[in-house]
């Protein structure tokens, strides 16, 4: 039912204003968290699922929607009991998810097309290698040179050096289109949703009423423009994705519907959506412009508030959003690492220890690594080095090697990548940000965040404190602060600032930090001996819709999938005619489209070639005729 539609049902009950607790909810790569918190931001009651990840063929990773729903439900409701507070007590909810995990659904019923697409997926390697070597895209770089020269705006700068990676989600959702025939046809329709975790979950919630994401959630997909802060036109335009298919731009702060009572038994007010790091930014109280702080999580993360300003990179530290609320919009320069936790489990899967827990006391056991040097390259070396074809793996290895040195060795490559991510985003910071980052501690989150060798080494290498709160969920204390604030428990970000606990300060062994740099030099030169390992993935090759995205396939896991809802017979009108799609019709039109796909490689080319020649025009008679003004 849309939300200007009239119902001749029982209206549901009105939130409860007088409620004093704020449900968050954290829905990470592998755990799924539900936190209870009072207006103290004291936690109340927690529950918690693991995330079922599906590798249906190399190099998938995907999730199943309706396990993920379930699992949503029954930890809110866990979250709730475990309280000791009944839904009613609840005066709002805040989302802190995942980026760059996406779905796409059928706007006429809302059933998905096919399972989530996480951020770890790789299925669209081959037209991200694609992309990135192109014409189209050399078009684009050196356009945006030229731009540059000119008119030295930093949109272009950044331009001028971009290139697509598999974590962001353009590329994936082209593979999409390209791949299955159902929903290219029908988002050329209009009949085609594309949501990341946010937005599917809002739309879930509301019944269909909401179909929005947040600004934070948005920059993480690569096909939002952080300079315009809005969704990206040309490169819809070039990739042929109809903006129908996005949704609305909201606020992180402020009315995103009421979860329908027939879920909890009474409404509860949606009043925050936000990125996992934004909502890490946002919990450890990096408010200012120049803070810092670390998740140590699956991934790695280091995030600096820039402010008001989208920071260039030409390093691959990308400009993305922590959050907007009444104050603004919250620019954040970040730089990933994607194996940090998963070294952690790695360690623990092949049996160095038996618990994570124990590899701060065994790697302290060693005076040093020996020569040991591990390289976390599981999924290549990210910003600065960018080589998605390094491998990983140790170097240095004697007969006088213990169990102890490769975990000390694991642990230090951990740190050592920390380093090299903050020592690049210094060395393009301006002046007035480095000094303000200088001048606050770091701040850490994440489970991994519990290591205490870890973190001390973290500190001394940077040579500056690092701070770790008392609970490194900070993410889901993140979303409850700004899910507060937009019910009204909190009036402004001053307020929140006692309420955040330090556990621990970590402070520089300066004593130390010229030895740990010389290792890491020594390091590094290990790293080089990882790079431009794999000369190209077998895992490419893939050109073909998987099982299940044919029409008829689709089509019969939609009406299998209404029938698990109890929605027999519902929406049938809306299916796919699949008479349609198996008549001589349809088959001359696609042997026409077939043809046409000739020319269309040729013909997008010059589009875009030529959207880029009209855009270096226009900037340069706008910015002559501005100059003469």
């Known amino acids: 039912m849309g939300a200007s539609e009239q119902s001749n049902h029982t209206p549901d009950p009105s939130p409860n204003h007088d409620a004093q607790y704020i449900a968050s ?144 989600v353009n590329m994936r959702l082209k593979w999409v289109l390209e791949n299955n025939e159902m929903v290219k046809h029908l988002a050329d329709e209009g009949h085609v949703m594309f949501g990341t975790i946010d937005t599917w979950l809002i739309y879930r919630l509301t019944e269909g009423k909401v179909h929005a994401t947040d600004y934070s959630n948005a ?43 027939k879920f909890f038994g009474v409404p509860i007010p949606i009043t925050a ?90 790697a302290s056991s060693v005076k040093g690594s020996e020569g040991v040097f591990f390289i976390p390259g599981f999924q290549g070396i990210q910003a600065p080095v960018n080589d998605t074809t390094a491998t990983g793996g140790f170097l240095g290895l004697s007969a006088s090697t213990t169990r102890a040195h490769l975990v000390r060795a694991m642990l230090e490559s951990l740190a050592f990548r920390i380093y090299q991510i903050y020592r690049a985003m210094l060395t393009e910071a301006d002046h007035e940000l480095l000094s303000l980052s200088e001048k606050s501690p770091l701040r850490v989150d994440g489970g991994v965040a519990q290591n205490d060798f870890l973190v001390q080494m973290i500190a001394t290498l940077t040579g500056r404190p690092v701070e770790r709160p008392k609970s490194t969920e900070v993410s889901a204390l993140g979303a409850a602060f700004l899910a507060g604030m937009g019910a009204g428990i909190w009036k402004s970000r001053k307020e929140l600032i ?56 689709a089509v019969g896991q939609k009406k299998e999938t209404m029938l698990l809802q109890g929605r027999e017979g519902e929406g049938d009108d809306d299916l796919p ?40 025009l226009f900037c340069l008679l706008s910015s002559y005729f501005y100059t003469w003004l």
Not at 40 to 69: F, H, I, N, S
Not at 577 to 602: L, M, P
């Open 25 to 168: 909810l954290d829905l990470g790569t592998t755990t799924l968290r539900c936190f209870i918190y009072n207006r103290k931001a004291q936690l109340c009651g927690r529950a918690e699922k693991k995330v079922t990840l599906l590798y249906p063929a190399p190099g998938r990773v995907e999730m199943d929607p309706e396990e993920l729903w379930g699992k949503f439900m029954a930890v809110m409701n866990a979250a709730i009991s475990n309280a000791g507070v009944s839904p009613g007590d609840i005066r709002c909810l805040g989302l802190s998810t995942q980026r760059a995990t996406f779905i796409t659904w059928d706007r006429r019923n809302g059933v998905p097309f096919h399972n989530f697409i996480t951020w770890k997926d790789i299925r669209a390697d081959a037209l991200v290698r694609h992309w990135n070597s192109c014409l189209t895209m050399k078009a684009i770089r050196f356009g945006s040179s030229l731009l540059y020269l000119f008119v030295r705006s930093k949109r272009y700068l950044a331009a001028s050096v971009l290139k697509f990676m598999n974590i962001q």
């Open 577 to 616: 005619d699949v008479n349609y799609y198996e008549s001589s019709t349809y088959h001359a039109s696609q042997a026409s489209r077939k043809e046409g796909r000739k020319f269309a490689t040729e013909r997008n080319m010059i589009n875009s070639f030529s959207l880029v020649l009209s855009a270096i």
């Open 219 to 261: 920059s993480g997909t690569a096909l939002y423009d952080p300079y315009l802060e809005d969704w990206n036109t040309f490169f819809l335009k070039v990739f042929q994705m109809p903006k129908s298919l996005f949704p609305e731009l909201r606020d992180s702060v402020g009315d995103w519907g009421v979860c329908s009572a």
């Open 498 to 553: 006692p309420l955040r606990e330090v556990e621990k300060t970590f402070h520089p062994q300066f004593e130390l930090q010229d030895h740990l740099l010389n290792q890491m030099k020594q390091w590094e030169k290990a790293l080089q001996r990882c790079t431009k390992w794999h000369s190209k993935s077998g895992l490419n090759k893939e050109s073909k819709a998987p099982k299940g995205n044919t029409i008829w396939e």
């Open 273 to 362: 959506v936000v990125s996992d790091q934004g909502a890490s930014l946002f919990g450890s109280c990096s408010f200012e412009r120049g803070d810092v702080k670390v998740t140590l999580g699956t991934g790695a993360f280091l995030d600096v508030n820039t402010g008001s300003k989208a920071h260039t990179s030409v390093k691959g530290i990308y400009p993305v959003h922590g959050w907007k609320d009444k104050d603004g919009l919250v620019h954040m320069a970040e730089a990933s690492s994607n194996d940090n936790g998963t070294v952690i489990e790695w360690g623990q899967m092949i049996g160095l220890y038996e618990k994570a827990s124990e590899t701060s006391e065994l």
